[in-house]
């Protein structure tokens, strides 16, 4: 979905941030963890759609975590058996000492494996030979808006706590601000606050199909506005997971990238070039510090967000046109081909 207004975001983690959002759309690969079958009532009443509520819980809770740090309280996924839990990126920001609490209430201390800002994604390890419940990842791609679903998580310090509700919308581009927007997020109506960030947006199969993290905020009356949350979708977080898990970082970002570092305008009329890459994309197509990037492809940018929010939708190879206006005034346009955002 294009063409959102921007509206208030609140970050789920135990400390909040406001953040904006916009709307685009991006991708990735895919990789599904399966480790049994997924629960399954027959029936099509009112009570059997109970009792696989039922079930769909009781199999994932023991699959989400609680994660604390010196600075707040958020969830988590166990991702493998390894031992490996994914998470938030901004969960785990800064933090000193991290700490794992399983469903039964078994605390382990924890390290961080490794952190990737750009998808808002971080992996925390407690070593192996916990009898760890790894969760079966969906195919995110598929799904629907109406599909059920449930959020599990700590909100507030409420652990493992579940509400219900439904994939609002698909495929929308939530920017945190600061250059941060995570692709193709899923929108649900399931209840989610803070300390929810990093646990788990189920479907009725008991398949994560995405990770909570922003909720919208009600600029009217404060607090977030009921019923609209944001989840990273799960082929972005196996994907991404899978990297930091095997090799310690991210490779392979499938982002789009400039090649430059970039500030606010306070002109609000473009993004300004404060350093570029040497040998980058942007480099070869001739932009130079200082320039101001007004324009994307025709699309006029107002401050580095907007910039981000387009290159979300793009891809690296992608050729583009950047409108670029010189600290002397004489405007530019420059044809780009774009680079790959890069890994940790």
Known sequence: MRGLSLLPLIRLSGVAALVGLVGVGCGGTTRTVSVREPATVSG?????????????????????????????????????????????????????SLSVTLADGRRFPARLVGSYVPDDLAVVSIGS????????????????????????GNPLGLQSSVTDGIVSGVGRDVSEGQGVVLPNAIQTSAAINPGNSGGALVDLEGRVIGIPTLAASNPQIGGTAAGIGFAIPSNVVTDIAGQIVGKGRVVS????????????????????????????????????VGDTIEAINGKRVTSVDDLATALAAMAPGEKVTVM?????????????????????
């Open 44 to 96: 099509s009443s009112a009570a059997a759609v109970e009792r696989q509520f039922v079930a769909v819980v009781r199999q994932v809770q023991p699959e989400v975590a609680q994660i604390r740090t010196d600075s707040g309280l958020g969830s988590g996924v166990i991702f493998d058996a390894k031992g490996d839990i994914v998470t938030n990126a901004h969960v785990v920001a800064g933090a000193r």
């Open 253 to 288: 970002s499938h982002r789009a990238a400039l090649g430059v570092s970039l500030a606010d305008n306070p002109a609000e009329t473009g993004a300004v070039v404060a350093a570029v890459q040497s040998g980058g994309p942007a480099a070869k197509a001739g932009i130079r």
């Open 129 to 152: 030979g916990h009898g760890l419940n790894p969760a079966t990842f969906a195919d995110s791609s598929k799904v629907d808006v109406g599909d059920l679903v449930l959020a599990v």
């Open 324 to 344: 670029v206006a010189r600290p002397d005034g004489t405007t530019s346009t420059r044809t780009v081909t774009l680079g790959q955002l890069p890994g940790t």
